[in-house]
Structure formats: structure tokens, C-alpha cells
């Protein structure tokens, strides 16, 4: 059974930076995509970055391009999301999510696995 764990949520000041992680367990690296979805009070959850665990190929949103980094450790099965410059439209809570195969920048309803979240807020 997939378990994601995710960690390294909290509050900081704009212009602050985070460090998500996501431990996985009973998951295998490969042919799989894993992401990190968040969802804001009142508003649907996004996308937020993605990685094909096979390759190393990663995707963002516009959003966060140039803020945030996605990368994998596959010695641990842990996902990491380090996000700099962070800004106060970036507040939300922050999901890992896995999948095997398919299209790593599908949307959330195609991905199978997912963590409890983690809450980040920003403060400005």
C-alpha cells in the first residue's frame, strides 16, 4: 500500500523560503510521476510542480517558475519542493501526490496516491 508522508510546512515572512518534503513508502520510482499539488481556502487544488521519477523531467506552473524546485532523492523515496521568494499568494495547503505512468502534468484527478498536506502560510 502507497503511503505519502509529507513534512517541512510552516510560516514564514515573504521573501522567506520552505523546504517540503515527501516520504514515500511502498511506492517504487521509475516509470512514475510525483507532484505537489496545493489548494487555498475557496479555491480548487493546482498543480504545482512535477517530476518524472524515471528521468528527472520536471514541469511548473507559471506561477512558480524560477521560485521553486522539485527533485527526488530515490536512495530515501523522498520528494522535496524547495521554495524560495516566497510570497503571500503562495499560502495554501501543499499536497504530495503519485501516479504511475501517464502524463506527469496531468491535473489532480489523475493522481492516484496522495499525502495529508501540509500547511504553508506566507505572511507579507
Known amino acids: 500500500q502507497v503511503q505519502l508522508v509529507e513534512s517541512g510546512g510552516g510560516s514564514v515572512q515573504a521573501g522567506g523560503s520552505l523546504r517540503l518534503s515527501c516520504a514515500a513508502f511502498g511506492y517504487t520510482y521509475g516509470n512514475t510521476c510525483m507532484g505537489w499539488f496545493r489548494q487555498a481556502p475557496g479555491k480548487e487544488r493546482e498543480g504545482v510542480a512535477s517530476i518524472y521519477t524515471g528521468g528527472g523531467s520536471t514541469y511548473y506552473a507559471d506561477s512558480v517558475k524560477g521560485r521553486f524546485t522539485i527533485s527526488q532523492d530515490n536512495a530515501k523515496n523522498t520528494l522535496y519542493l524547495q521554495m524560495n521568494s516566497l510570497k503571500p499568494e503562495d499560502t495554501a495547503m501543499y499536497y504530495c501526490?503519485?501516479?504511475?505512468?501517464?502524463?506527469?502534468?496531468?491535473?489532480?484527478?489523475?493522481?492516484?496516491?496522495w499525502g495529508q498536506g501540509t500547511q504553508v502560510t506566507v505572511s507579507s
Open positions: 501526490a503519485a501516479r504511475y505512468g501517464g502524463n506527469c502534468r496531468g491535473p489532480a484527478t489523475s493522481y492516484n496516491y
